[in-house]
C-alpha cells in the first residue's frame, strides 16, 4: 500500500513538472520548435527545389566520387526507384528529417565528446547517462517531446536526436582519449601549446573514431525517424504508420525499401568519405 | 674516434642527487629515504612505491655525446625524461644550461624544450598523416614559424640525414631505419643545443643500427651538439659515446669513458658487463706499456707509435715490421715500451703489469 502510493505520488509529480513546464516554459518551446521546424523546413526545401532526377542525379555523381563508380550508378538507380514507387516527397522529408536531426545532434555532441575526452571526471558523469538513453526503448522520447512541443516534425526532431546523439559522444570522446601515448610525450617534449596539442596531435588520431561516431549517428537518426512516424514527422515513418493501420502490406513495403535505399546511401558515403586520403595511411 | 676535449667545456645538463619513486605514497617514501635512508626494496615493502632513479648525478657539457646503458627497468628511460621534465624529480635538482627547470612556469618550460632540448625516441612517433618534410618541420611549426622559413630548415636538416629524395612521401611508405633518419632530423630543425635520444635505434636491424650509429656520431660532432643517448647495448654505447653511464636498478654504478669502464669496472656487474666487448679499439697504448728501460733489447730499431694508439694499431704495426715490440714516443721522446706480451694481456683487457709512471 504505502509502496504504491509512493509510486502514484511520484508519477503525479512527473505530470505535474511536464504541465508546469508546459504553462510557464510556453514560449520556450514555442522558440525551439520554430527554430527546429524552421531547420526541417529549410533542408527540405533545397531537396524539394530540384525536380527528383537531379536530385538522383547529384547524389549519383556524389556516391561516384566518394565511393566509387558502381555505387554512385546503384545509388541514382536506387533514387529513381523511389521515386518510381511513387514516395519522392516521403523520401525528401525523411532526408530532410534525417539531416537537420543529425546537425542538431552533431553540434552537440562532438563538441561535448570532446570536452569528455579531456576530462575524465565529465567523460565519468557522461556514460550512466548514454547508458540510460541507449537502453531505453526510444519511443519514450515522443512522449514528454509532444506534450512539450505537439504533433509534428519539431517533436519527432528532438526524439531523434536524443537517440542520435550517443554514439557519436562515446566515439568523439574515445578517440580523443587514445591518443598513443608517444605522440603526447612527442608533443610535450616539443614544447606544444595545450591548443596544439589537441589541434595537431589528439584531433588528427581521433578522426577516424569520430568518423565512425557520425556514421552510428546517423544511422540510429535514421531508426528513430521512422518510429516517429506515429507522432506526425511526415515522410516514410508516416507512411508506414498508416500502412500499418489499414494492413496496407504493399505500400509498407514500399515505404521499407525506399528508407532502405536511404539508409545505405548515407551509410557508405559518410563511410567514404571517412577514409583517409591516399598515401595517409596510418 | 677522436676524443672530445670536454673536460673544461661547459656544462649544459647539470644532473644533482635526482630521486624519482613512483607510486601513490611516493611523498611518504620520499620523507623515508632522506630521513632514515630506507632502501629500494624497503620502499617497495613498506610503501608499495617503485624507486625508478635513485639519486642519480650526472653532468653533460657541451659538444659530448653521453650514453646511459642500462637493461630494461634500470630506470635509464626515466632518468632521460627527468632531464626535460616529461618526468617530475621526486627529488634532486636538474639544471639546463644553468638554470633549475623545476622553477620554469608551463610557458618557459615549453620554450625550453622547443628551442634548447630535442628528443629523439624508440618508437620513432612519426605523425602518420603528414608528410616527411611536415614532419621533420613540426618543431618550428609549433613554435609558430613561418611556411617556408620553417620547411627550408626542415629540407636542410633531411638533407643532412640523406632524405632529401623522401621529403613528399608519408611516414608508412619509408623503412625503419629511414623513419629514425625522420626523427632525428626533426629534432635537428629546431637546432637545439641538447638532443635527448632514447633508444633511438634499438629496434633496428644490426647492420643498419651500425650504419646509423655512425652517422650519428658524425653528424652531432659536425654540428657541434651534445647529445644524451640511451641504450641497452654497451657496443653502441662504446660506438657512440664520449663518457658512458652504466645504471642498474635505478643507480648509475659507474661513469666514465669506454676505456675507463672497460679497464677499471667499478664492480662485478660492470664487470660481467664488459667481459665480452672487443679492447681491440678501445684500449690506448699508454694503458698497456711498460717503461722504456724494462725492455731489454735495442728502442732504435723499434717501430714508433702515439701514446693514443690503440691495440689494434699496435697489433698492425707489429705484424708489419716482424718486430717484437713497439716503442710509444711523445714527439722525439720514448715514453714506454709495448711488447707482444702486453698486447695480448691488453686484448684480454688486463692493465700493464706494472703501472707506467708517466702515463
Known amino acids: 500500500m504505502e509502496m504504491s502510493a509512493l509510486i502514484a505520488r511520484f508519477d503525479a509529480m512527473v505530470d505535474n513538472a511536464l504541465f508546469w513546464l508546459s504553462d510557464h516554459a510556453a514560449f520556450l518551446f514555442d522558440f525551439f520548435r520554430i527554430v527546429l521546424e524552421g531547420l526541417y523546413d529549410g533542408a527540405l526545401w533545397l531537396l ?6 537531379v536530385v ?105 536526436v536524443i537517440v542520435a546523439m550517443p554514439p557519436a559522444i562515446r566515439l568523439t570522446a574515445l578517440g580523443i582519449r587514445q591518443t598513443p601515448r608517444e605522440f603526447i610525450e612527442l608533443g610535450q617534449a616539443t614544447g606544444v601549446t595545450p591548443a596544439q596539442m589537441f589541434w595537431k596531435i589528439r584531433l588528427p588520431f581521433a578522426v577516424p573514431s569520430i568518423m565512425a561516431g557520425i556514421n552510428q549517428s546517423l544511422m540510429m537518426a535514421f531508426g528513430m525517424v521512422v518510429i516517429a512516424g506515429i507522432v506526425g514527422s511526415g515522410g516514410l515513418g508516416e ?14 513495403i514500399d515505404a521499407s525499401i525506399a528508407i532502405v535505399i536511404l539508409t545505405m546511401m548515407l551509410d557508405r558515403l559518410t563511410q567514404g568519405a571517412a577514409r583517409p586520403r591516399n598515401g595517409a595511411r596510418t | ?50 624507486v625508478g632513479v635513485s639519486d642519480a648525478t650526472l653532468q653533460v657539457r657541451r659538444g659530448e655525446i653521453f650514453c646511459i646503458m642500462g637493461l630494461s627497468g634500470s630506470g635509464k628511460s626515466t632518468l632521460i625524461r627527468l632531464l626535460n621534465r616529461l618526468i617530475e624529480p621526486s627529488l634532486g635538482k636538474v639544471l639546463v644550461k644553468g638554470q633549475d627547470i623545476a622553477t620554469l612556469d608551463a610557458a618557459a618550460l615549453r620554450q625550453m624544450r622547443a628551442r634548447h632540448i630535442g628528443m629523439v625516441f624508440q618508437s620513432v612517433a612519426l605523425l602518420p ?26 629540407e636542410a636538416a633531411l638533407a643532412k640525414v ?36 632514447d633508444e633511438p635505434f634499438s629496434a633496428l636491424d644490426p647492420l643498419i643500427r651500425r650504419q646509423l650509429q655512425d652517422e650519428f656520431r658524425q653528424l652531432t660532432k659536425d654540428l657541434g651538439k651534445s647529445a644524451v643517448f640511451i641504450t641497452h647495448d654497451l657496443d653502441e654505447a662504446i660506438r657512440i659515446g664520449d663518457r658512458i653511464a652504466i645504471m642498474k636498478d635505478g ?20 664487470a660481467d658487463f664488459v667481459a665480452g666487448i672487443s679492447r681491440l679499439h678501445l684500449i690506448k697504448a699508454h694503458s698497456v706499456m711498460i717503461p722504456a728501460a724494462e725492455w731489454q733489447g735495442a728502442v732504435d730499431g723499434l717501430p714508433r707509435c702515439s701514446p693514443e694508439a690503440d691495440i689494434d694499431a699496435l697489433i698492425g704495426q707489429i705484424t708489419e715490421t716482424g718486430s717484437d715490440a713497439v716503442a710509444i714516443a711523445e714527439g722525439d721522446a720514448v715514453v714506454g715500451i709495448v711488447t707482444i706480451r702486453n698486447l695480448l694481456s691488453g686484448v684480454r683487457g688486463d692493465a700493464a703489469p706494472a703501472p707506467a709512471a708517466a702515463a
Open chain 2, 162 to 197: 640523406g632524405l632529401s629524395d623522401w621529403t613528399a612521401r608519408y611516414p608508412s611508405e619509408l623503412s625503419g631505419g629511414m623513419q629514425q633518419r625522420v626523427g632525428l632530423a626533426r629534432a635537428l630543425t629546431s637546432d637545439p643545443e641538447i638532443i635527448l635520444m
Open chain 2, 1 to 50: 674516434m677522436e676524443k672530445a676535449n670536454t673536460d673544461t667545456a661547459e656544462v649544459l645538463i647539470d644532473c644533482q642527487s635526482v630521486w624519482k619513486v613512483f607510486g601513490d605514497r611516493s611523498g611518504e617514501a620520499i620523507r623515508a629515504i632522506t630521513e632514515r635512508g630506507l632502501s629500494k626494496q624497503q620502499v617497495l615493502q613498506d610503501y608499495n612505491c617503485v
Open chain 1, 48 to 53: 524539394e527545389q530540384p525536380p527528383f532526377y
Open chain 1, 56 to 160: 538522383a542525379l547529384l547524389a549519383g555523381l556524389l556516391g561516384w566520387r566518394i565511393v566509387g563508380r558502381g555505387f554512385g550508378l546503384g545509388i541514382a538507380a536506387a533514387l529513381l526507384a523511389c521515386a518510381a514507387m511513387g514516395l519522392w516527397p516521403e523520401t525528401m522529408e525523411t532526408l530532410a528529417l534525417v539531416i537537420a536531426a543529425s546537425i542538431i545532434a552533431l553540434a552537440i555532441s562532438l563538441p561535448l565528446g570532446v570536452l569528455a575526452g579531456l576530462m575524465p571526471r565529465l567523460d565519468r558523469a557522461l556514460t550512466p547517462v548514454l547508458d540510460l538513453i541507449q537502453t531505453l526503448p526510444p519511443y519514450i522520447y515522443l512522449l514528454p517531446a509532444i506534450a512539450l512541443l505537439g504533433y509534428g516534425p519539431a517533436t519527432a526532431l528532438v526524439a531523434t
Open chain 2, 251 to 270: 643507480v648509475i654504478i659507474q661513469t666514465g669513458t669506454a676505456e675507463e669502464i672497460v679497464m677499471d669496472p667499478a664492480d662485478q656487474y660492470v
Open chain 2, 129 to 154: 598523416q603528414r608528410t616527411v618534410l611536415e614532419n621533420a618541420a613540426f618543431g618550428l611549426e609549433v613554435q609558430g614559424v613561418s611556411r617556408d622559413e620553417r620547411n627550408r630548415a626542415a
Open chain 1, 239 to 252: 507512411t508506414i504508420y498508416g500502412a500499418i493501420r489499414t494492413l496496407d502490406i504493399a505500400t509498407s
